[in-house]
Nanobody
Framework: QVQLVESGGGLVQPGGSLRLSCAAS????????MGWYRQPPGKQRELVAN???????NYADSVKGRFTFSRDNAKNTWYLQMSSLKPEDTAVYYC???????????????WGQGTLVTVSS
């Protein structure tokens, strides 16, 4: 079973920065898409950024220019660098992937456990 482990959330002041990490239990060659979602308090989960294994990356309009998606294939890990944070960025952030356990297995959607990001003074 593929597992995703997130880290990096916390409390930050408006205008500050945080970096989230998502480590996968399988190699990146078993992941065909990866990304970040968030769920603000009382709202539905929404896409923040996602990327295909081919390299193309998409961002939600609300975070373009402030958030940056990156990955380290050697560490089976991807990141979300968040800058110029605003109170409305407060949410539980989840990493997500379309991943398989290995060659011959089906790709399934997998979620991390979530990490809380609070932007407040």
């Amino acid at each position: 079973q593929v597992q995703l482990v997130e880290s990096g959330g916390g409390l930050v002041q408006p205008g500050g920065s945080l970096r989230l990490s998502c480590a996968a239990s399988v190699g990146m060659f078993n992941i065909r898409a990866m990304g970040w979602y968030r769920q603000p308090p009382g709202k539905q989960r929404e896409l923040v950024a996602n990327a295909r294994s081919s390299g193309s990356t998409n961002y939600a309009d609300s975070v373009k220019g402030r958030f940056t998606f990156s990955r380290d294939n050697a560490k089976n890990t991807w990141y979300l660098q968040m800058s110029s944070l605003k109170p409305e960025d407060t949410a539980v952030y989840y990493c997500n992937a379309e991943a398989r356990e290995g060659f011959g297995y089906m790709y399934l959607e997998v979620w991390g456990q979530g990490t809380l990001v609070t932007v407040s003074s």
